[in-house]
């Protein structure tokens, strides 16, 4: 049990490293799903984001992402097959904070 608390603090301590951590929780909680999203082969759209995440309300999810939008964690980028949508993608800032935190949280678990 105590292992699980040990990689925990790693990650936040990953985190806090990257940059990731100057930011508050539904900021780290949206990058992560815009993330999952990516990993899976799709850039979530904003109401997509806004349905799934459980993090408030269409506006209070909507400033966040424009708050990580406005520090560079996140680009919206037009949807191809609808040009009046917006698809939100992790921008290279994220990328290479979670590359730096994935290679910190491997180091941990060799151990």
């Known amino acids: 049990m105590s292992k699980i608390f040990h990689l925990l603090r790693a990650l936040r301590l990953a985190e806090k ?6 930011l508050d929780l539904r900021g780290r909680e ?12 799709t850039a979530p759209m904003v ?10 309300t269409a ?3 909507f400033n966040a992402l424009k ?8 680009e ?11 698809r939100i993608m992790l921008s290279q800032r994220a990328r290479t904070a979670f590359a730096r935190v994935a ?3 491997g180091a941990e678990l060799r151990k």
């Open 17 to 22: 490293e990257a940059g990731i951590g100057e």
């Open 30 to 41: 949206l990058l992560r799903l815009i993330g999952e999203e990516e990993a899976q082969g």
């Open 47 to 56: 109401t997509g984001l806004v349905s799934q995440s459980g993090l408030g």
């Open 59 to 61: 506006p209070t999810v």
């Open 67 to 74: 708050d990580l939008e406005s520090k560079g964690w996140i």
């Open 76 to 86: 919206r980028v037009v949807d191809e097959q609808d040009g009046r949508a917006r």
């Open 103 to 105: 290679r910190k949280l």
